[in-house]
Structure formats: structure tokens, C-alpha cells
């Protein structure tokens, strides 16, 4: 069954190859099980390169960016769909509204936003769709240790820790999902 997948992920073209090469990879992939992308339609960073391979091997990719960010973030026109919002806010109500799962790759403050939002929505039950947070290299490591620290210092229950996955390459990512989704919604 095919999928709206929603990455979130970085913005800049400065970040290692090994982003970019996962980023790539994750594109394929999606494309190859027959799943679409839901991103933040974007030309930039990880952004770009995710949308550009799921294209490359025949996804669809669905992008949702305000009008404002347009110009920065370089609007990606050839997107099988661009969706183009009066704010921030609204783009994320609607990658939200448009998505089966998230999956994070490495990113800065606004895939920070974006992944803390999903997940707070889950832990208030708004949603039980997966959320996968994909580690490369120990990029998310810190993030790791911060929510063990929340749960720690029980500022968090340890029954949030099934409201995200921890993963390490693009196979454990789906097999996430899949494990993930016959309680979707
Ligand atoms: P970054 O991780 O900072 O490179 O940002 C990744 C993406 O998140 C970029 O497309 C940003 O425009 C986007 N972003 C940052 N803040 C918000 C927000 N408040 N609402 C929606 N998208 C955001």
C-alpha cells in the first residue's frame, strides 16, 4: 500500500555528505516501495536532495512551503504538487494533514520544531502515526541522551520513548514504519 511519507530535515547545503547521501538514499527508497513524499518543498540542503532522488526513481513528492520562504528556500516547481501557505504554521498543519509517518534526517531548529511538535502531538494522543528519527552517523545522539535525560528526571514517562524510534540506516527505517502501521491513526 502506498504511503505519504513526511521527511523533515535540514535546510543547509553546508552539512556533511553523509546527510546528503542518506538523504538521497531515503528518496530512492521511498520511491521504490511506492510511497510519496511530503516535504517542505524546498530546493535547499537536505531538503533538495531528498526530493530530487525520490523524483529521479519515480516517486511523487509533495511540497509545502509559505510564501515568504519561497525565494530562500528555493521553491521546488517541478514537485508533482507545491503547496504554497500564508505562514509557517500553516505548512505544517498541512504536512501534517497530508502524512501517513514522519521521518526525520538530520537537521537544525526547524526540523527540531517540527519533530517536537509531531511528537507532542502524540504523547497528547492527537495522532499515533510513526515518528522515526533516522541517526546517521550518531548525528542524533545528543537528542537521544536529552529526551533518556527528560524521562531521567521524569519531566517525561518512560512510555514515551515508544513515541519515537532511534534508527540507524534507511532498512531500520521502514522496517519502523512497517511494525508502526497497523495502528496508524
Ligand atoms: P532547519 O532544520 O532549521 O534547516 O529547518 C528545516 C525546515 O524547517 C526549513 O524548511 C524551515 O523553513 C522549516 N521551519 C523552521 N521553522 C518552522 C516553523 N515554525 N514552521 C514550519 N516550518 C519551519
Excluded at 25 to 38: F, I, K, M, S
Excluded at 105 to 119: C, D, K, W
Excluded at 153 to 168: I, K, L, N, Q, T
Amino acid at each position: 500500500m502506498s504511503r505519504a511519507i513526511c521527511v523533515f530535515c535540514s535546510s543547509s547545503n553546508r552539512v556533511d555528505p553523509a546527510y546528503f547521501a542518506a538523504a538521497r538514499d531515503l528518496g530512492a527508497a521511498l520511491a521504490r516501495r511506492g510511497d510519496t513524499l511530503v516535504w517542505g518543498g524546498g530546493k535547499v540542503g537536505l531538503m533538495g536532495e531528498v526530493a530530487r532522488a525520490c523524483q529521479a526513481h519515480g516517486g511523487g513528492v509533495i511540497g509545502v512551503i509559505p510564501e515568504s520562504m519561497q525565494d530562500v528556500e528555493i521553491a521546488y516547481h517541478d514537485a508533482d504538487e507545491l503547496i504554497v501557505t500564508q505562514t509557517m504554521r500553516e505548512r505544517k498543519q498541512i504536512m501534517d494533514e497530508r502524512a501517513d509517518a514522519f521521518v526525520v534526517l538530520p537537521g537544525g531548529f526547524g526540523t527540531l520544531e517540527e519533530l517536537a511538535e509531531i511528537l507532542v502531538l502524540k504523547v497528547l494522543k492527537y495522532t499515533d502515526r510513526p515518528l522515526v528519527i533516522l541517526n546517521i552517523d550518531g548525528f542524533y545522539d545528543p537528542l537521544h541522551e536529552l529526551f533518556e535525560h527528560f524521562i531521567e528526571h521524569r519531566c517525561a514517562g518512560p512510555e514515551y520513548r515508544e513515541m519515537y524510534s532511534f534508527v540507524d540506516s534507511i532498512d531500520a527505517v521502514f522496517e519502523a514504519l512497517d511494525q508502526a502501521w497497523p495502528s496508524v491513526r
